[in-house]
């Protein structure tokens, strides 16, 4: 018999998807592989009401408004009221038409293929206030629930009828309380309820799941860990060199591997200030460029960027800011690149560094929580405080090219232990004990 998985769409219809909405696609990429069926739960606007033959053009509309995670709905009185009472109900989401029809293009990825879709409008700003008041997650309730919810992220939600499992990326509010804008008391109060009482527990690296398992002195057979695939899809066939070459010319301005990257997003977490000093101060001629909407406290991260009184220092110069990228167009600068410089705080996987690893470029890390655990031997390690050793394996990086040569290979050969093949095998082992 089939297995039928739902999985949620918070993150996944986000128009610029995170680390978390990759997550997302592989998992439902990865519940296809091992032949299973998926539902899609969304918490985009749809009326109950709304006439079946409408659903589903609405649907992608409104996904194209980018009307999705905590979507904020308009607050007419009787929203307000509504609001207001907020009885401890069963939810129940409107089911959208999979016909066919409508031409997803480019929102295949944030609606991947699915026997069924589900929607209720603001459904994760609205749990969230739910759980607030109640202590408790908020209930859904759809027609012939699948065996397993899979909420792809701590969402206080759970669905009638399914075993419900999460997955928990990492706990960085809890452990670097500074570097994010959560309710920390929120965040810690939503976990312990989803340790005392999800069905199934999972998370994406040992580092993470050491972290869960002594902050809360929770039993080690509490949560699994099924690591995360590279899943570059579509994209793993790239052009030949030459036609990168062209590519990266016409498009950047840029010389095939002749530049370093970093990709994600610009926030204290991620240490671009840090990364910055010491691209700076490394003194090499490569350009560096940075790949990532500004998030959190993102001008203190960008100060050397700026300069005092609008004036851009000299060398900054060579660093080149892009806010966001298609995911087709990052994986071929990673490609291209003569190295990726991720010197995150913290990590509970760091899909960057192993996508590049995937495709070949050489990559510079921290030593800290899930990263060395991450690239093994296939990186140099520097610590992400330490802006003179980064400095130096800057200019290391830069001079060397059998170092690069050398590190190339060794990411080829450690991603290959994060194959989509390895984590399919993980997810059917996890979804059978959680069944079983």
């Not at 007419?76 to 409508?102: D, F, H, N, Q, Y």
């Not at 490609?335 to 960057?352: K, V």
């Not at 140099?380 to 060397?400: C, E, F, N």
Request: hydrophobic letters at 45%.
């Amino acid at each position: 018999m089939t297995l039928r998985i739902g999985v949620d769409g918070y993150n996944l219809a986000l128009p610029a998807g995170t680390g978390v909405a990759s997550y997302g696609r592989a998992l439902c990429r990865a519940i296809t592989a091992i032949g299973g069926d998926i539902d899609l739960i969304y918490g985009i606007t749809m009326r109950s009401d709304t006439p079946l033959h409408l659903r589903e053009t609405l649907f992608y509309s409104r996904l194209g408004e980018q009307l999705a995670l905590g979507e904020r709905l308009k607050m007419t009185l009787k929203r307000r009221l509504v609001r207001a009472t907020m009885l401890p109900t069963v939810r129940k989401p409107v089911e959208i038409p999979v016909s066919g029809r409508v031409i997803a293009g480019d929102f295949a990825e944030r609606v991947p293929a699915a026997r069924r879709i589900f929607t209720r409008s603001g459904l994760f700003d609205s749990s969230v206030r739910y759980f607030r008041r109640y202590g408790r997650p908020m209930r859904i309730e759809v027609p012939d629930p699948p065996a397993v919810m899979h909420w792809t992220y701590p969402v206080p939600v759970e669905m009638v009828g399914a075993k419900n499992v999460y997955t928990l990326h990492d706990i960085v509010p809890l452990v670097m309380p500074y570097a994010s804008l959560e309710d920390k008391a929120y965040y810690k109060s939503l976990l312990q309820w989803l340790l005392d009482h999800a069905d199934g527990l999972c998370t994406v690296s040992e580092a993470s799941r050491r972290d869960i398992i002594e902050m809360f002195g929770v039993p080690e057979a509490r949560i699994d860990n099924l690591y995360q695939a590279a899943d570059l899809g579509d994209h793993a066939v790239m052009a030949a060199d030459e036609d990168l070459r062209l590519w990266l010319d016409r498009l950047f301005d840029l010389d095939l591997h002749g530049y370093f990257l970093f990709a994600g997003a610009i926030e204290p977490k991620k240490n671009v200030g840090r990364l910055i000093e010491a691209y700076l101060q490394s003194g090499v001629e490569t350009p560096l460029v940075i790949v990532g909407r500004e998030g959190w406290r993102a001008e203190p991260e960008l100060r050397l960027l700026r300069g005092g009184n609008g004036a851009q220092l000299k060398a900054a110069a060579r660093i080149r800011r892009i806010d966001y990228l298609p995911r087709a167009q990052l994986l071929r600068l990673m490609r291209g690149a003569r190295a990726m410089l991720f010197p995150s705080l913290y990590e509970g996987f760091g899909l960057p560094v192993l996508e590049a690893m995937a495709l070949g470029a050489p990559v510079l890390t921290s030593n800290t929580s899930s990263l060395p655990e991450i690239t093994g031997d296939a990186a140099l390690h520097v610590d992400p405080y330490a802006v003179d050793d980064m400095a130096s394996a800057i200019r290391l990086l830069d001079g060397d090219s059998a170092l690069r040569k050398r590190l190339s290979a060794l990411g080829l050969a450690q991603s290959e232990r994060f194959s989509n093949a390895h984590f399919e095998r993980r997810l059917a082992e996890f979804y059978g004990k959680t069944v079983g």
